[in-house]
């Protein structure tokens, strides 16, 4: 008896009610398309900013999501670099970031390009470029193998584990694959269900499905689809530019995420549900697509208003460090320590942002005196 979906014998024909589906895709759609309005006619320097800001929360989210934290310095200076966007002295960043980078700006930058196997292993490659993942050595640019064992999905303790769910054996893998390839590289979809083409949004939900489902690698599987749906993503809006992160809602709301992916691996074919959810969360994607708006246009006030003034690259590196969420209080200690420069040399370029109206001193208290972003 079947247990997952990908045992089934009409896999991968999948089906839904299109009834159900059309009112929110409707309404899903006409918001992308308010939204994507709106940025164009922002100037081509903020239009970069806020798509620098989209792809930044996209890499740094899409990690989280697998529990794992990157430098959103070290993100956002890769980005910028690749961008040709100037945020004055740049972050090095390690050759992980660097892999993860490319593979997403190759995957949005070049969405019209077929996906192809040797592309997908690029992608992985890119991901694990030591040929490990944390303490563990992992097969990097390639299709998992019977010598990994079954890919399984597991938590709770040791001789208790719970079975999420199982991928299909790894003998198997080239066949779904090129399935899957073939599907994703069709310029018009006919939907399994008889409803006509696939519109672009919807086709992003079932690659992700798909692609999660099968699990071809032996790790970064949940990190590539993600990366694979803001490719489709890119398709349907027919640009490169990103002005919101489906990886940040969906770390927003990662527990009801994986809980969906289960109920849907272990349904049937029907996956109404999913699709339901993944719209609803693209939605929610859009309103924080405001918030990364208003940062942007904050900035962009802020450097209008102080154009007169010259800064140092420390004093621009911590303004934007500000900008970002400085999380407790800016001391002259922690300018030193974050800007690797003396305590003397922290407190001379303090009190020239002090005196250009840029820092205000925050009220007494405590044994350090601290400093805040005068930003009217």
């Known amino acids: 008896m079947a247990i997952y979906i990908h045992e089934l014998k009409n ?21 992308q398309g308010r939204l994507t309005g709106r940025m164009e006619q922002l100037g081509l320097k903020l239009k970069t900013e806020a798509n620098l800001e989209a792809l930044t929360e996209e890499v740094t989210k899409s990690s989280e999501i697998e529990g794992e934290v990157l430098s959103r310095d070290q993100v956002r200076s890769s980005l910028a670099r690749r961008l040709g966007f100037d945020i004055g002295a740049l972050t090095p960043a390690d050759r992980h970031v660097e892999g993860i980078v490319d593979m997403m700006l190759d995957a949005t930058g070049k969405y019209t390009t077929p996906l192809t196997c040797e592309r997908l292993f690029g992608w992985h490659a890119a991901l694990f470029p030591t040929g490990r993942s ?54 018009q979809d006919g939907a399994q269900d008889g409803s006509g083409d696939i519109d672009p949004v919807i086709k992003a939900a079932i690659a ?6 099968i699990h071809p690698f032996e790790d970064g599987n949940g990190r590539i689809a993600r990366a694979i749906t803001d490719m489709v993503l890119a398709r349907s809006e027919n640009s490169s530019q990103r002005f919101y992160s489906m990886s940040a809602q969906i770390r927003q709301e990662r527990n009801a995420y994986y809980e969906i992916l289960e109920a849907t691996q272990k349904s ?4 109404t549900g999913w699709l339901q959810w993944f719209l609803d969360c693209l939605d929610r994607a859009f309103d924080r697509a405001d918030t990364i708006l208003a940062s942007v246009l904050r900035r962009a006030r802020f450097w209008k208003r102080h154009a007169g003034h010259t800064f140092n690259d420390r004093q621009r590196t911590m ?55 005068l930003d009217p």
């Open 208 to 213: 992700h499905l798909w692609f999660v489902t």
């Open 134 to 187: 944390g303490m563990s050595k992992i097969i990097a640019g390639a299709w998992r193998t019977e010598q990994s064992g079954p890919m399984q999905v597991v938590s709770g303790p040791i001789g208790r584990e719970r079975v999420h769910y199982e991928a299909p054996k790894a003998a198997s893998l080239a066949d779904e694959m090129n399935a899957f390839i073939d599907w994703f590289n069709e310029a």
């Open 268 to 271: 049937d074919l029907d996956i």
């Open 319 to 373: 303004i934007e460090r500000l900008f970002e969420g400085f999380e407790g209080k800016l001391t002259s200690s922690k300018w030193a320590m974050l800007a690797k420069c003396s305590q003397d040399t922290a407190l001379r370029d303090i009190d020239d942002l002090v005196a250009k109206g840029v820092l205000t001193k925050d009220a007494p208290g405590g044994r350090s005196t601290s400093y805040s972003l």
């Open 11 to 31: 896999w991968p024909h999948f089906r839904w009610d299109a009834s159900t589906i059309a009112r929110k895709l409707g309404a899903v759609r006409n918001r």
